[in-house]
């Protein structure tokens, strides 16, 4: 069997490394989510960070309270603040320079210039962990 020529095996790890930061990234976002009440108090719902509503409670005799358009009023606004409040979230776990990977290009070039003859280790360059 022939070997693999280094620039295909490079190729392959920067594809599996590819997946494993897609597969973190869903990870992350998977648990971020808002429940901001309402200006009443009334109404809390649970958005996600896709902007779906998850759950909606409403206090009892919240319903009895309110007419048609002021108990939508009371939900939409709601709904807007945990939107915005999910926004921030993802923001800041997004944007967190502690979990931001190496870049690829980095990577490959250290990978070239060095003595190495193993696939490129795309972990974090203080951790120094070969990724097989």
Known sequence: MKEIHPDVRAGLSMARELRHRV???RERTDGIFARRP???GLVIPE???IGRLRNLYLEPGTCA???NQEL???IMAAI???SQDVRRQYQIAMNNPELLPR???EVV???QNGSDLLSPNFSKAQQGIIDK
């Open 47 to 49: 958005v996600d960070v």
């Open 23 to 25: 597969s973190e990234v």
């Open 38 to 40: 309402s200006p009443s």
């Open 109 to 111: 070039q250290e990978w």
């Open 80 to 82: 807007i603040e945990s």
């Open 72 to 74: 939508a009023a009371e």
């Open 103 to 105: 870049p690829f290009v």
């Open 65 to 67: 309270k309110f007419g």
